[in-house]
Structure formats: structure tokens, C-alpha cells
């Protein structure tokens, strides 16, 4: 099944600790992207990524960070930094940067416990 | 600044009339609009965008930019349109291209 693959699809987390998230893509895109999503807000840039190697601060990276070693991977740390973490995280890649339809991976839920 | 107003959380309709989800936005340039959709337990799609014109599954949404709306349109909604409905602004960051999503509007559509 090709696509973005998020895991793990649920995440525990105790208060201080650091946890990464997973995202991989096959489809050969270029540029991805991570989300937060919260009940009645709507989606909400963390980060995103145009090339390997390069990646910039969306809207929302405090207490966040992300790597680009590889085309298909994006991992995302929420840092004992991020003051609410426990939401719903979403990744997504588009072909490149100028395109902007994005394809989205299934998610995770991080809970903070 | 740039924003997306979906002003119902919640649109409850019965099958076989028409739908409408209201989407407003705010941004200085040439907007580039979508629609994406959530089913229970599948992943966010694209729906629509409003430079394709094109009607998928029923759906269609005109942008009017007199009235800054993109509004998604189905005149006899089915019971399998019940989801998650999310509308999106395409603004440029730093040579990029992001996403500004609205809040979402979760349409039911009843029996």
C-alpha cells in the first residue's frame, strides 16, 4: 500500500519525557509537512520540509523538532519543551513545493499521562 | 493575516436534501482554496480545489471573492457524505506553499 505511514497510531507519554513520531512516504515527494490537530481548531503547521537536509519552523514549533536525513522520513520529536502535547498529529507530504495538494498519513494520538 | 472560517462545528441534514458547508476566508492575495474530507477511520483527502472546477461526488464549491467564500455545495447529500469536512487556504511561506485550515464542519446526514 503505498503512501505516508504514520506510527506509532496511539502514543503514552509521561509528563518530561521526549517521544518521536514516525513518518515515512514512498510516493517520491518532495516536500512534507506535520500538523496538529485539536478539537475545534482545525489543523495547525509544526514544521515542514521542502528538500532532504532542510526543514523550517511552521506556526506552532515551540517545544517541537524534526529531522530530513532522508527523502521519505520525517520524524517528529515532541520535546519535554511542549507544553500541551497530548493531540492528535498529522503528516502529509505534496510532490513539491509548489504543489499544494497535500496527501495525508493516517496519524497519531499522543497522550500525555 | 491569513484565515479560514468554517462557522458551523456541526451541519445536521436528512438524505436527500441539499448541503451546504460555509467556508469564509481572509488573505490579501490570489486565493487557492480546497476542501478536504475525513470518513471515520480514514485518512484526510482532498476533496476539491477550486482551480479544477470540477465536481466530485456531487460536490462542488465556487469561489467568490466579492464575498471572500468557497462554500461546498451538494444539492441531495447521501447518507455516505457523513464526515469530516475541512476547508484550506494555500498561502506561500519562504518559497513554500502551506495549508491554512478552517475548524472543520462534521456533517451528519440522517436517514
Known amino acids: 500500500d503505498g503512501g505516508i505511514t504514520q506510527s506509532p497510531k496511539y502514543l503514552f507519554r509521561k509528563e518530561g519525557q521526549n517521544v518521536t513520531l514516525s513518518c515515512e512516504q514512498n510516493?517520491?515527494?518532495?516536500?512534507m509537512y506535520w500538523y496538529r490537530q485539536d478539537p475545534g481548531q482545525g489543523l495547525r503547521l509544526i514544521y515542514y520540509?521542502?528538500?532532504?537536509?532542510?526543514?523550517q519552523k511552521g506556526d506552532i514549533a515551540e517545544g517541537y523538532s524534526v529531522s530530513r536525513e532522508k527523502k521519505e522520513s520525517f520524524p517528529l520529536t515532541v520535546t519535554s519543551a511542549q507544553k500541551n502535547p497530548t493531540a492528535f498529529y498529522l503528516c502529509a507530504s505534496s510532490p513539491f513545493w509548489g504543489n499544494t495538494e497535500a496527501f495525508f498519513g493516517q496519524g497519531t494520538r499522543l497522550t500525555v499521562v | 493575516a491569513q484565515r479560514v472560517t468554517q462557522p458551523e462545528k456541526l451541519l445536521s441534514v436528512f438524505k436527500g436534501a441539499p448541503v451546504e458547508l460555509k467556508c469564509n476566508y481572509s488573505?490579501?492575495?490570489?486565493?487557492?482554496l480546497f476542501w478536504y474530507v475525513q470518513y471515520s477511520r480514514q485518512r484526510l483527502q482532498l476533496l476539491l480545489r477550486?482551480?479544477s472546477r470540477e465536481s466530485i461526488k456531487g460536490f462542488t464549491a465556487d469561489l467568490n471573492k466579492g464575498e471572500t467564500s468557497f462554500h461546498l455545495k451538494k444539492p441531495f447529500a447521501q447518507e455516505e457524505d457523513s464526515a469530516m469536512y475541512y476547508c484550506a487556504l494555500s498561502v506561500p511561506i519562504q518559497g513554500a506553499q502551506k495549508l491554512v485550515f478552517g475548524q472543520g464542519t462534521r456533517l451528519t446526514i440522517n436517514p
Open positions: 488573505y490579501s492575495g490570489s486565493p487557492e
Open positions: 510516493l517520491n515527494h518532495d516536500a
Open positions: 477550486h482551480i
Open positions: 520540509s521542502q528538500i532532504v537536509n532542510d526543514f
